[in-house]
């Protein structure tokens, strides 16, 4: 009896160690998912052998590997049971979102929150956030996110997640009450990531919002002079500091996605500077499976920004901006919460 417990406390620390790092390093974490798999597998408790495999799914899924996601989440659905099945449809739930099919991602995350309790039902809310701010459903997903918030110990680095996740769909608004309560939100998140090494991706993401968020309620709040010009300059590094952490770990269209937002906050701050950080754009590179080419977009901003800045032309540089921006989100990354819109 005591083996026994020791085989599967074993397997319960194996999986968690890699479902951690998973969050951080999806590639590194495989081989060590696959691992825990086996190890799950010879305990002999089901529900840990289908934790495992949802965790696997959603793993693969990430590195874009769809077909062997297909395969595993198909095995996880087949062995799972009812303490189990909430686990599976909320993993299976992400891989439908990435792949644009969102009815079903909100059915499964749906039906994932309606199966769980305690903080199991905090993560649920916490996709059901996601998958409906995925979908367009911005409303629905500040109150999945709400719920889901109160539901989690605000201690945990799940609420700090969750916290991220609805100041985003906050964000979305284009009331400065809601832009400016969303900042709120999101400031001190980076720093609270610190410390936590497999939350660096996390951390990334959070300044990357916090950054267009200040960004955004400059636009709104029609800020002047020295007052403008500091929040600009504080926006532009929290997205720096974003995109050093989302190229660190490869993830090259959202990197190419900050870095445009970079440049759409040089436009403001100094449109004659905008074509360094348009230079910085990947053109081309493959995310979770996706490909993507935006060097004759890429090529007409540079073109547009390297002209005589008239009105006509400030205008044009935006418009360029914004379709180079608008193709990032149809290659799978999220949409900007920053205005692509001239100042007037």
Known sequence: MREKEASVAHAVNLLAQAERLATDDPAAALPKLREALEVCRETGVPHLETQALASLGWTLAMLGETDESEAVFREADESACPCSRPVVDRRLSRLRDLQRRHDEAVALASRAV???????????????????????????????????????????????????????????????EDVQRAEMMLRGLPVRFKGTRYLTVERANAAWALGQTITKRVQLGRLKGWERKSALCEARENVKAGIRGLGKRGLVRSAAAAQTDLAA????????????????????????????????????????????????????????????????????????????????
């Open 114 to 176: 309606e199966a769980s309790k305690g903080a199991a039902r905090g993560q649920a809310l916490d996709t059901l956030g996601i998958v409906r701010y995925h979908a367009g459903d911005v409303s629905g997903a500040m109150e999945a996110l709400t719920e889901g918030m109160a539901t989690i110990p605000v201690t945990s680095r799940q609420h700090a997640r969750t916290r991220k996740n609805l100041a985003i769909a906050l964000a979305d608004s284009d009331k400065f």
């Open 265 to 344: 906050i040089q436009a403001l701050l100094d449109p004659f500077k905008v074509v360094d950080e348009l230079e910085w754009v990947p053109a081309k590179g493959k995310e979770e499976g996706r490909s993507f080419d935006l060097s004759r977009l890429k090529d007409a901003a540079i073109e547009a920004a390297g002209g005589l800045l008239s009105p006509d032309q400030i205008q044009l540089i935006w418009q360029r901006l914004r379709e180079l921006r608008r193709a990032i989100v149809e290659a799978g990354a999220p949409r900007p919460i920053i205005v692509y819109e001239a100042p007037e």
